[in-house]
Nanobody, 117 residues
């Protein structure tokens, strides 16, 4: 059974930075070759894709975060990161880690990111 545990959320001022982490536990082989990603959900809105990274480290970003956010992964630690710079108030949301294996998708419980002065 795969588990995803996010950390690193919090309160930050506009223009600031945060780094989210997501540690995956379970079948290391499956995790290593599966795509991982970050999604977010703001109050009253649908969950949306933020960024994804394949097992081969190819990345994809939502237009709204391109140039500000960077997704990366450490396969030795089964961890995916989201470096968020130049944060805006509209980035405020619960951020969820996602793992897409051939059998099924997994979600973390989410971590709150609040951008406010």
């Amino acid at each position: 059974q795969v588990q995803l545990v996010e950390s690193g959320g919090g309160l930050v001022q506009p223009g600031g930075s945060l780094r989210l982490s997501c540690a995956a536990s379970g079948n290391r082989f499956t995790i290593r070759f599966s795509a991982m990603g970050w999604y977010r959900q703001a109050p009253g809105k649908q969950r949306e894709l933020v960024a994804t990274i394949t097992g081969g480290s190819s990345t994809n970003y939502a237009d709204s975060v391109k140039g500000r956010f960077t997704i990366s992964r450490d396969n030795a630690e089964n961890t995916v990161y989201l470096q968020m710079n130049s944060l805006k108030s509209e980035d405020t949301a619960v951020y969820y880690c996602h793992l897409n294996t051939p059998a099924r998708a997994y979600w973390g419980h989410g971590t709150q990111v609040t951008v406010s002065s």
